[in-house]
Nanobody, 116 residues
Framework: QVQLVESGGGLVQPGGSLRLSCAAS????????MNWYRQAPGKQREFVAV????????NYADSVKGRFTISRDNSWPTVYLQMTSLKPEDTAVYYC?????????WGQGTQVTVSS
């Protein structure tokens, strides 16, 4: 069974850092890209970052550029999201998404709360 499991969320103070992980299992074909999205209470889910299967191409939402870094290691499609200089407006459920040629796979999400 294809599955994505996010972890690493939690409560952090403004200015702090967190590293999210997205562990993948059951994939029979390789995604061509992996993404992070987030959804704050009462808002639509929004794009955060994407990385290509080669790792050579990344893109970020303007709101997180310079603060967040998406990365991968040899165990593709496992990916990470390093978040620094966190702000209260970064509070949301963070989801990873796998882009395959014929479908999209979503994880169940991990809560990130930025508050003093």
């Amino acid at each position: 069974q294809v599955q994505l499991v996010e972890s690493g969320g939690g409560l952090v103070q403004p200015g702090g850092s967190l590293r999210l992980s997205c562990a993948a299992s059951g994939f029979t074909s390789s995604p061509y890209a992996m993404n992070w999205y987030r959804q704050a209470p009462g808002k639509q889910r929004e794009f955060v970052a994407v990385i290509s299967s080669t790792g050579g191409s990344t893109n970020y939402a303007d709101s997180v550029k310079g603060r967040f870094t998406i990365s991968r290691d040899n165990s593709w499609p496992t990916v990470y999201l390093q978040m620094t200089s966190l702000k209260p407006e970064d509070t949301a459920v963070y989801y990873c998404k796998a882009d395959l040629r014929d479908r999209r796979i979503w994880g169940q999400g991990t809560q990130v709360t930025v508050s003093s």
